[in-house]
């Protein structure tokens, strides 16, 4: 599979420490720096269908699609991933090829993903996958070629480097920071117009998050932002393109 982005990263610059875990409810990772779960507390398997992969229109998408270059802010447990990789497999017409490409400050240890994301059994495969190849120290570029399709990249590093590094040609994004109100440097207006910049004409992104600095910073970096209905209750969430 050809890689359609090259990364310029200093894999020898060694990672911030990475903060404490905190584990709630049994296998909920919660991050007591930021003061945040890392994913929904309802289902956030089911969450990142209703935000990230609706809110992309992704399964459309890939099946009229034979390439496609998805983009996260913040990998996290690798659960929006997973949950991507499944249904692509599942959907994407023969011969397709992902290429996931994410960003992450402080990546985790392989057991913690694995602990993280033992809870969906709809994703027993991808996850025992993924720990599988997950390296012992993740930093730099972490490049792991999972089937002869499948490509996933997590920057372990600031955001807004790893994304000014890459090249240009994002399909999609998943905006799937800690909230806003607690790391306010993940939405930030440099960071959206960052993204917008490497984001293909006709390219799209969705988020949980429906704050208003962050409407305002993704409308000024360019993108055409909607509200849609948010998950599990929530009032908002928020999708938008990048115009033609």
């Known amino acids: 599979m050809t890689d359609p982005v090259s990364q310029r990263t200093d894999a020898s610059k060694t990672n911030a ?3 404490e875990l905190e584990w709630r409810d049994g296998d909920m990772p919660y991050s007591p720096a930021f003061g945040d779960h890392f994913y929904c507390q309802t289902d956030g398997r089911l969450e990142c269908g209703h935000v990230f992969l609706a809110g992309n229109d992704l399964p459309a998408r890939w099946k009229r699609q034979q390439k496609l270059l998805i983009g996260e802010l913040g990998f996290g447990t690798g659960l929006n991933f997973c949950e991507t990789w499944r249904q692509w497999r599942q959907d994407a017409t023969s011969g397709s090829e992902l290429h996931f490409m994410s960003f992450e400050l402080y990546p ?3 057991e913690e993903i694995d602990r993280a994301l033992v809870h969906w ?6 996850r025992q996958a993924l720990v599988a190849h997950w390296p012992s120290d993740p930093q ?12 996933l990249s997590v920057v372990c590093g600031p955001a807004l480097e790893g994304v000014g590094n890459a090249h240009a040609g994002f399909d999609a994004w998943y905006l799937d920071g ?10 930030s207006l440099e960071l959206m117009q960052t993204l917008c910049e ?9 988020t949980y998050a429906a704050a208003g ?3 305002r910073n993704l409308q000024a ?5 909607e509200r849609r209905q948010g998950f599990a209750g929530k009032r908002e969430m928020l999708c938008g393109v990048k115009p033609l």
């Open 140 to 151: 730099g570029l972490v490049s792991l070629a999972l089937d002869a399709n499948t490509r």
């Open 121 to 126: 059994p709809e994703i027993d495969s991808e």
């Open 198 to 206: 490497k984001t293909v004409a006709g390219g799209t992104f969705a």
């Open 17 to 19: 420490a990475s903060p």
């Open 213 to 215: 600095f962050v409407r």
């Open 221 to 225: 970096a360019g993108f055409v932002v």
């Open 178 to 187: 800690f909230a806003p109100s607690r790391n306010a440097d993940m939405w």
């Open 108 to 110: 985790m240890r392989a």
